[in-house]
């Protein structure tokens, strides 16, 4: 159980263009779900918190108009970079939370690595 | 800010040798996760520590929650092979609140 999917698993596309991850919970509802990036050897990073049906909060310093995050449903969340440029490659890992009711912990994605040329 | 200090940054092992990761964090932990992470892979949830001296095991880990609920270790005994990776802890700072993650241990364990 506690089953997290990612789309895609990597993707390579051009600067300038617009990539959308999607992140899923399959045996779970999650009420919140995190984003998260990881550079190479380094620690995961929360970017924002994504609550169902309600805005997405973000971090400190993370740009909202560009890291788009939209959580439609108990068991859906995507984040969408837009006008993606080089320094945005990165490892972008989600997590998902269950409900109330469920345990106060984590479950991740297998993450997405994004290249942008 | 709220920050989870963690250390070493790497440790590299004889097979059979002990390993220990510590975490620590200035302000009172509502409580700590740990999480491992194979190269290449993903972080997966190890366990959960939310009592105060709080100690738990699972086979050759031993996880341990300070009695002030600001520090953490994970002790592995005879380290293994597949022990490598890198294991981070995740601190919340509030109940339901979010995760801030360690810089997490790398371990490398030599046959």
């Known amino acids: 159980g506690a089953v997290v999917s990612q789309h895609p698993s990597w993707v390579i596309c051009k600067s300038g263009t617009s990539v959308k991850i999607e992140c899923r919970s399959l045996d779970f509802q999650a009420t919140t779900m995190f984003w998260y990036r990881q550079f190479p050897k380094q620690s995961l990073m929360l970017m924002a918190t994504s609550n169902e049906g309600s805005k997405a909060t973000y971090e400190q310093g993370v740009e909202k108009d560009k890291f788009l995050i939209n959580h439609a449903s108990l068991t859906l969340s995507t984040l969408t970079v837009t006008s993606a440029h080089p320094e945005d490659s990165s490892f972008y890992i989600c997590?998902?939370?269950?409900?109330?009711?469920?345990?106060?912990?984590?479950?991740f994605g297998p993450g997405t690595r994004l290249t942008v040329l | 800010g709220q920050q989870v200090m963690q250390i070493p940054q790497y440790q590299h092992v004889q097979e059979g040798e002990d390993f220990t990761t510590y975490c620590n964090s200035s302000?009172?932990?509502?409580?700590i996760q740990w999480y491992k992470q194979r190269p290449g892979g993903h972080p997966v949830f190890l366990i959960q520590l939310v009592k105060s001296g709080e100690v738990k095991k699972q086979k050759r880990l031993t996880f341990q929650f300070g009695e002030a609920k600001k520090n953490s270790s994970l002790h592995i005994t005879a380290t293994q092979t597949t022990d490598v990776g890198t294991y981070f802890c995740a601190g919340q700072f509030t109940n339901a609140g979010k995760s801030t993650f360690g810089d997490g241990t790398t371990l490398t364990v030599k046959p």
């Open positions: 302000t009172t932990l509502s409580n």
């Open positions: 997590s998902a939370r269950p409900g109330v009711a469920g345990p106060d912990t984590q479950y």
